[in-house]
């Protein structure tokens, strides 16, 4: 059980890394940035959940129980930060979206320069995030809480 | 050119990666690093004393600190990653770098795991994967050597570093150490 959740964590980190490298690289975290997401926000979720997987490694390793229960609370709190920023996504990415069905496939691109407000949502950095991520971090992340509340309940073998 | 290298130079998160001009990766780097290089000096030392146990269990926990200290580094050096613009040829010594470094602490989890299961404390095979792996850091340290001392990757521009070279007396002309130097001349 510790043993899934260590690689459904670790493939979860995997999808969390590209995308904080894309909203980085976009310019999401510097001081005029084009972003919806607090960077304190951001990046609170990505240290609280590299410090969850630290503790997991080490819980791996000496199968200290409270360790478990460490992780599992870690979590959960990494957890909401991250729906706080999917959310968020999310409202964006349907506010751009609805503005540029307004006009024909053909014709998107261009109703994007114009850079009607909603609009300029689809230019916000963190948009550039493929969907599929997105989806992908969050059903292994899910994934991921439950087999550590499993391990931590003791469920199963380790 | 100026404005893709002066990207690289600032920090994604002054928090997380340091303040401009003082990044926290290569500090963090120090502790993996020095607790591999001891853990080796264990290994060999192991071969040459009475009483092998405490040196081949003091190796073993050097190698953990030095995964999970790694770790630490790794996660700062993913900040400083994603500042250097792709495409170019810092980028692409910064991923081999990554890569590397990833693929050493790897090694040195599985050298940790392996240290559990064998008896002798003075087993070559362990001592060997740790003496790769130490090669390999070399290699990779020397990359980020590149990245810092030859293409700036998180140091000041060039206006902030002379800073430091201008006199006191003629960069702070009316401050109280200026007129004090100024005095004693």
């Known amino acids: ?158 | 050119m100026g404005e893709t290298s002066n990207r690289a130079k600032e920090p994604a998160s002054a928090l997380l990666a340091g303040p401009y001009g003082h990044p926290f990766h290569p500090i963090l780097v120090t502790v993996p690093i020095g607790a591999w290089v001891s853990s080796l000096v264990f290994d060999v030392a192991a071969h040459f004393v009475r009483e092998p146990t405490a040196l081949a269990t003091g190796a073993r926990w050097l190698i953990g600190i030095g995964v999970l200290s790694a770790l630490a580094a790794a996660a700062v050096g993913f900040l400083d990653f994603f500042m250097i613009p792709a495409g170019t040829r810092a980028h692409r010594v910064a991923i081999t770098h990554m890569v590397l470094n990833l693929s050493i602490t790897v090694v040195f989890a599985l050298d940790f795991l392996w240290r559990l299961t064998t008896v002798s404390p003075t087993s070559v095979g362990p001592l060997l994967l740790s003496a790769l792996g130490i090669a390999a850091l070399g290699v990779s340290g020397s990359l980020g050597g590149k990245l810092a001392y030859r293409y700036g990757v998180r140091v000041v521009d060039e206006a902030a570093q002379a800073d430091g070279f201008l006199t006191i007396h003629a960069s702070r002309p009316d401050s109280p150490v200026g007129s004090f130097v100024d005095e004693g001349d």
Request: avoid cysteine; glycine fraction near 8%; charged fraction near 15%.
């Open chain 1, 1 to 158: 059980m510790a043993i899934a959740a260590l690689v459904t964590w670790i493939i979860t980190a995997g999808f969390g890394f590209f995308m904080l490298g894309t909203w980085i690289s976009r310019g999401g975290a510097r001081a005029d940035a084009s972003s919806h997401f607090p960077p304190p926000v951001v990046f609170g979720h990505f240290l609280l959940a590299a410090a969850g997987l630290i503790v997991w490694i080490v819980y791996v390793i000496n199968d200290a129980t409270t360790l478990a229960w460490v992780a599992f609370v870690d979590l959960v709190v990494v957890a909401v930060i991250g729906d706080v920023l999917v959310l968020r996504w999310t409202r964006d990415r349907r506010s751009a979206n609805g503005s540029a069905a307004t006009g024909t496939t053909s014709d998107r691109r261009a109703s994007t320069d114009t850079m009607t407000a909603r609009a300029r949502g689809l230019q916000l950095a963190e948009q550039r995030i493929p969907t599929a991520a997105v989806v992908l971090h969050g059903v292994f992340a899910v994934t991921t809480v439950v087999l550590v509340l499993l391990a931590a309940l003791e469920v199963g073998g380790s």
